[in-house]
């Protein structure tokens, strides 16, 4: 079967809606996945042969792991796992209740561990090797006010995802790509955007509220032009690790790893002055 099939979550838009219609348009086969995938319209090209929609819900791993089965029968194996789904919390830290903090963990983190984790068992046993990107956000490498919790969830998939890279076989032939998007017009920051539920009027300094509505549909990236990328990327024989994707997420880690420079420098003398000395 010429083509290589994508398995993406997060599809019904955005950055997971676009690539799986760049992918049919290439003629690659594609298993779309939302929370219901009754939803998942609007992929032109897309045939019975060449497309799957199947229900996902990234916080149930029966659920998981019923959508690589289907997603196996279907086309008998999977070139590329695309985590991508997600969701944005905002608001300060105090505002957040211990329902929302979790359910942004389960939905950003561990949802995207139990999909990683399933992806690795078919890739391993395919024997193809395969790609897995990781759909992250400039937010993983920088913290962000009003987004405590989303970045957390952010850093630890950056940091997870690492440390894996580290631990596969190179004759395994998996590679893992973390998609580190700054502001992309998208439903993320619009609709799917979900505020704390707590009234603290300590922090009046902030409206987070406000600050998204100013900022939906203004912000510099254009998701079906991420989508290109990401598909690219997924070709490569040895993707990059880690690549921001905008002019704005470029400028802060640019800024990031300037700022991170001079702190090493700065403070090279007390870090060097901890080290345990043989004989003392």
Sequence with gaps: MPGKVFFVTGTSTGFGHYLVKHAL????????????????????????????PVSLDVTDTKSIDAAFKAALDKFKRIDVVVNNAGFGLSGPFETYTDEQIRQQMEVNFFGLVNCTRRALEVMRGQKTGGVIQQV????????????????ASKFAVEGFTEALSKELKPEWGIK??????GGFRTSWSGD????GDK?????DHLDARQLMAKRHGTQVGDAAKAAVQMYELALEQEPPLRIVLGSDAHKTLSDRLEAQQKLVKDNVKRSLATDYEEGK
């Design 176 to 181: 893992l790509t973390l998609i580190e998007p």
């Design 199 to 203: 009234n603290v009027p300590a922090y």
């Design 192 to 195: 799917n955007m979900i505020f």
């Design 25 to 52: 348009a290439r003629g690659d086969y594609a298993v779309a996945t939302a929370r219901n995938a009754a939803k998942l319209t609007g992929f032109e090209g897309a045939t019975d042969a060449n497309f799957l």
């Design 136 to 151: 992250t956000s400039i937010g993983g490498l920088n913290g962000v006010p009003t987004f405590s919790v989303y970045c």
